[in-house]
């Protein structure tokens, strides 16, 4: 069992001055929070972001970064430059990422590279399409992602990284995946790093369920062994309920 860390995926909601006041009304509610707690906003939110959390045990995030430091990468962001303005966290190969803009294995690998070698701490997001689900092939897919992504990264490194499950299907759609599906393939994650760093590294790994977890399922999930957490969409938009799912997280 990782330690339990619940983070917000805000996607591309928020200006400035909204993520400002979203966090202002989440400080209070998580003052007690017995878990880490950790917003992931869009890039041009980071700085009123990293002054809002200030006083606040809340933690900031990038939701992507680039695998090079610099160059002619119109649009880009690097690991650097988010290290640069106090960025810990980068959210790396989310599925929305993969799906829309290319992103896939290798080049995932490349940006936990770049993240790591910057000292910056991954969440790494790997997770099934409804038909691999289908196929019976939930396994072998996440288990590829997993070890294609971690390719290169060493035992201490691991300590840097959080793994997000997150079955493509159930993203965003309002179908989640049960307690026991859940923690099924949170298990096989945590068996596949164990096969790669051994057994104790792979139990100090958190291991997070990202995929509809609201105020309503958030208990059950994260009652779940191998579920230490979890990375919350539009559930993170919402005060009240992101400080339930935290509260959750004990």
């Known amino acids: 069992m990782g330690k339990y860390v619940i983070a917000g995926n805000w996607k591309m909601n928020k200006t400035p001055d909204e993520a400002a006041a979203l966090i202002e009304a989440i400080k209070p509610l998580v003052r007690d929070a017995q878990c880490e707690v950790i917003v992931g906003v869009p890039f041009v939110d980071l700085p009123a972001a990293l002054e809002a959390v200030k006083g606040s045990s809340i933690g900031v995030a990038a939701q992507n970064c680039h695998w090079e430091k ?41 940006r936990v590279r770049a993240a790591l070698d910057a000292g910056l701490r991954v969440i790494l997001c790997v997770g099934e399409y409804l038909e691999q689900r289908e196929q019976g092939v939930t396994g072998e897919v996440v288990a590829m992602q997993t070890k294609i992504a971690l390719g290169g990264v060493s035992a201490e490194e691991l300590s840097r990284v959080i793994i997000a499950y997150e079955p493509v299907w159930a993203i965003g759609t309002g179908r989640t995946a049960t307690a026991q599906q859940a923690n099924e393939v949170c298990a ?39 579920v230490d957490g979890g990375l919350i969409g539009g559930a993170s938009l919402k005060p009240q309920d992101f400080a339930t799912i935290v509260a959750a997280a004990k």
């Open 70 to 110: 610099s160059g002619a990468f119109t649009g880009e962001i690097s690991a650097e430059m988010l290290k640069a303005m106090q960025v810990g966290t980068v959210i790396l190969g989310h599925s929305e990422r993969r799906t829309y803009f290319g992103d896939t294995d290798v080049t995932v690998a490349k």
């Open 188 to 226: 096989l994650i945590r068996a596949t790093l164990a096969g790669l760093y051994g057994e104790a590294a792979a139990k100090a790994v958190t291991i997070q369920y990202g995929g509809s977890m609201n105020a309503a399922n958030a208990a059950e999930l994260l009652a779940q062994p191998d």
